[in-house]
């Protein structure tokens, strides 16, 4: 049986729509990390969309990073007719995996009204890193988390001479509560 674009996105929402209906089980999330891998122009379409939404997105964030000479700082690059923004961008299209895993992750949190400060893009990709940790080895990029939270209809606000966004995700989501302590039975 010949499978269509439109049987992929049904197989990609039903493995979403498991992640949500269990938000901590891992191997959920990385049997949809799995299908962004095996269909990487769904994933490009999906990231198409993001960027149409934020139109300098790259895969360091909002804009990308200009060397200052002769000091250790960047500058923040705005301008998107520049070659450096093309290769920004292009390398972002190039990973459906790691923006399947921030899809996945932020699949199982929920929203809240206004932008949490505290739930910035890049703190938010260390926590998608530390998820996938003993089960996955990631490097999540900014701009993947930023597009991933664009997908799911979370809002996204830049944050002024930064990379960086932040967004409407509640830190009440079970993904993002501490664990609970572990308990120690003395014998």
């Not at 049986?1 to 996105?9: K, Q």
């Not at 929203?111 to 530390?130: G, I, M, Q, W």
């Not at 990029?141 to 830049?158: M, Q, S, T, V, Y």
């Not at 960086?164 to 003395?186: D, F, G, K, T, Y």
């Amino acid at each position: 049986m010949t499978t269509t674009a439109a049987t992929r996105r049904t197989d990609g929402d039903i493995l979403l729509a498991a992640v949500r209906a269990e938000p901590l089980d891992v191997s959920r999330k990385l049997a949809f990390v799995d299908w962004c891998g095996d269909y990487p122009e769904t994933v490009s379409s999906w990231l198409a969309a993001a960027a149409d939404h934020e139109p300098l997105l790259t895969v360091d964030g909002v804009g990308y990073p200009v060397p200052i000479p002769g000091r250790s700082r960047y500058r923040i690059g705005r301008d998107d007719t520049s070659d450096r923004f093309r290769i920004w961008r292009d390398t972002l299209f190039n990973r459906p995996t790691e923006f399947g895993a921030c899809v996945a992750f932020l699949a199982a949190c929920t929203t809240r009204r206004t932008c949490d400060p505290r739930a910035n893009s890049y703190s938010l990709k260390h926590r998608v890193e530390r998820h996938y940790e003993g089960a996955y080895h990631i490097y999540i990029p900014n701009g993947a988390l930023i597009a991933a939270a664009l997908h799911l209809g979370f809002k996204c606000e830049r944050l002024p001479d930064s990379l960086n966004a932040v967004h409407n995700i509640s830190r009440r989501s079970p993904v993002l509560r501490p664990p609970p302590p572990q308990r120690h039975e003395w014998v």
